[in-house]
């Protein structure tokens, strides 16, 4: 697997630990609906400009953090509560089975211990002084693992086995007081990355483990993690009162936290191997920061930072692996010329609201994350990822998203707009966040819905068909082809126009679809069709009668409708070609006619020479069916001259009428 591929933010770790809460299907309508208002003026202001030419805190996690997992998982971590008589029920040393989920620790002593080959398919919740343990064992877990208050979970000689069916679909989560241990054994989660979150005073322990997927590791509050010979360490996430220390290590990538009052001015030393690294505050140029980071004997170490608002930090001498520039609060910010693989001599990044900057540094990747209620604009930027969260609003636009930091997502209750861009990454909603993907390109990757969110494709391509999980919504309004057609004529017009949603899900479905056609010179929409109430899947969307339409450049128009109301609309450009375009060239002899100089450049001549006097009807029409030239007259000398000196170089085509005879042809301006 190439190292770019491994490199995704682990603010997915945040955000998976926050507690969201589920709207109400009145309160999701009219939300949606006000979006969608705005969602469609900005995408069809944008359209117009240039289309065819070519919004609490919920970033630093403290001491809270354990209180909204708990929050996040009251269904199965509150079973004292909600089962009474099961729970008195059960007997010192029992494990807990509800449904798939298994749980340890109902009692006090309460432990399970595997030495043997071993399957669960599930979550696994080991709680209050509950222990699990793995002892010579190889076990496969298709499920989350939770660790909180004073559990323990502990690995020795053992394989323990995560599938995957994509990167971030399992995380291991440590809490309270908890401890997990892992001796001497292997973790293989299917060759993707994967989350792991320290939160409270948890602790991680590593020694001596094989690991060879990359993984991104959050830590919070007083939690520690201590390393010592691992293969592939993967990404930290390093914040809040934070102890990491990592030694005998390979492919470590440090993302530094520089949050609010935090003073920086450092420079980072080579990474090929690094040996006593210290970054706290009783460091040169470190101040504002509570984290303590140790690193001893590593190889292959990437540096990362993350500067939040009110932050002041200067970097001067170093490769920087990525930046993630965090947006906090409630205010708007516009971002814009970030670019992957830049070099900075001298550069201040041009941020209002924190004081960002380069001296002699290149940068590998530049990624976005937006929290609470900030609303962030950007654009002509090349970036490695954006993350979405919290109730914050992103309007992306004129982007290059390559994947080098990750990919796109939005998840919480977050609203994000992605247009006229190209991703080579995954594009991914979850929670309850809205995401519309709209005349872009996908290039690489997954494209996904989770959880009770709503991704919508408008006019945009993907290598994969979409998948969605049980209560998310997908949309798809995409008219594929043709791009031209001639008037006077029926035109089929291909493309797709349907909604799926999940069979738990409670959010919108398909109502109808309608088509409309626009003059590029007119104001005023023109229905096609009247509403159609059947989904349509890279087929006929409509057949378009063009009779009585003029020549020229036009718009089509799918308006695609839920059954709430909400209305998304796909535009994309149309040509109506002179019918006689569609007959075939001819070639008339020497004799009758002639055209010169083709290719042409300043002028262009018609010649009949076996007639003088003679009546014609000459039309040039650009290659969008516009006319250039339109002339009726009587050859003087059997010859017309054409000034083509405006023409604007490409391909062209005439129509030439004289008496009883039609001429077609295809001419060329170089």
């Not at 602790?203 to 293969?231: C, N, R």
């Not at 993630?324 to 516009?334: A, I, N, P």
């Not at 005023?524 to 009585?548: A, F, H, S």
């Not at 008339?588 to 018609?606: A, E, G, K, L, R």
Request: proline share 3%.
């Amino acid at each position: 697997m190439n190292k770019s591929s491994y490199f995704s933010s682990g603010i997915l770790i945040a955000l998976l630990i926050i507690s969201s809460s589920v709207f109400s299907q009145t309160s999701k309508k009219q939300i949606f609906k006000n979006e969608l208002k705005n969602a469609n003026k900005v995408l069809q202001h944008q359209f117009r400009d240039g289309a065819h030419n070519n919004r609490n805190e919920l970033s630093k996690q403290t001491v809270n953090d354990s209180e909204k997992l708990k929050q996040t998982l009251t269904h199965i971590l509150d079973i004292r509560k909600n089962l009474p008589a099961f729970t008195s029920s059960v007997r010192s040393c029992d494990t807990v089975y509800l449904g798939d989920t298994l749980v340890i620790g109902f009692t006090p002593g309460d432990e399970l211990i595997i030495d043997s080959v071993w399957t669960h398919t599930g979550p696994i919740i080991v709680l209050g002084d509950g222990l699990l343990k793995f002892q010579n064992a190889e076990a496969t877990i298709l499920g989350n693992l939770y660790v909180v208050e004073d559990a323990r979970v502990i690995a020795d000689s053992s394989y323990l086995y995560f599938p995957q069916q994509f990167f971030y679909e399992r995380i291991i989560i440590l809490t309270g007081h908890s401890r997990m241990e892992v001796h001497n054994s292997t973790l293989d989660f299917g060759g993707l990355v994967h989350n792991w979150a320290t939160i409270d005073s948890a602790v991680l322990l590593f020694d001596e483990v094989t690991k060879p997927d990359f993984s991104t590791i959050a830590m919070y509050g007083q939690s520690s993690i201590i390393i010592d010979s691992v293969d592939v360490a993967g990404e930290f996430i390093v914040d809040d009162s934070v102890n990491l220390e990592i030694q005998r290590a390979n492919m470590v990538l440090l993302w530094h936290q520089f949050g609010a009052g935090a003073e920086i001015d450092i420079s980072f030393p080579d990474g090929e191997y690094v040996d006593n690294y210290s970054f706290n505050n009783s460091e040169p140029g470190i101040s504002g920061i509570d984290y303590n980071i140790q690193i001893n004997e590593c190889e292959i170490v990437w540096w990362g930072l993350m500067p939040s608002n009110a932050s002041d930090v200067t970097i001067t001498d170093s490769d920087i692996r990525a930046i993630g520039l965090w947006f906090e609060g409630s205010d708007s910010s516009t971002v814009s010329g970030l670019v992957n693989n830049s070099h900075y001599d001298n550069y201040t990044a041009p941020l209002d609201d924190r004081y960002f900057h380069l001296n002699n540094c290149d940068v590998m990747t530049w990624s976005l994350y937006t929290f609470d209620t900030v609303v962030v604009n950007a654009t002509g930027c090349i970036l490695g990822e954006i993350g979405v969260m919290g109730k914050s609003v992103v309007n992306a636009f004129n982007l290059f998203i390559d994947g080098s930091g990750g990919y796109f997502f939005g998840t919480d209750t977050t609203f994000s707009v992605i247009g006229f861009s190209a991703l080579t990454s995954s594009l991914r909603s979850s929670g309850n966040s809205f995401l519309i993907f709209a005349y872009s390109s996908q290039m690489n990757g997954l494209v996904q819905a989770l959880e009770r969110s709503v991704l919508m494709l408008i006019q945009s391509s993907t290598t994969e068909a979409p998948t969605y999980d049980a209560g998310s919504v997908v949309w798809m309004a995409n008219i594929m082809f043709p791009s031209s057609g001639f008037v006077n004529s029926v035109e089929q017009i291909f493309g797709s126009a349907w909604i799926d949603k999940g069979a738990e899900s409670e959010l919108m479905d398909f109502d109808h679809y309608t088509m409309y056609y626009q003059s590029a010179d007119d104001t005023n929409w023109y229905m096609i069709n009247e509403p159609n109430e059947t989904e349509v899947r890279e087929d006929v969307l409509v057949n378009w009668n063009t009779q009585d339409l003029k020549a020229g450049a036009y718009y089509l128009k799918l308006d695609l409708v839920d059954n709430w109301g909400n209305l998304m609309t796909a535009t994309k450009p149309f040509t109506l070609l002179p019918l006689v375009l569609g007959a075939e060239e001819s070639k008339p002899s020497i004799t009758d006619v002639m055209v010169f100089p083709n290719p042409f450049n300043s002028q262009i001549s018609f010649v009949i020479p076996s007639e003088r006097d003679q009546k014609f009807e000459l039309v040039i029409y650009n290659g969008m069916g516009r006319e250039m030239v339109s002339v009726t007259s009587i050859f003087s000398d059997g010859r017309i001259n054409i000034d083509s000196s405006q023409f604007p170089s490409g391909i062209y085509y005439y129509c030439l009428k004289t008496g009883s005879e039609n001429y077609v042809g295809k001419l060329v301006k170089f």
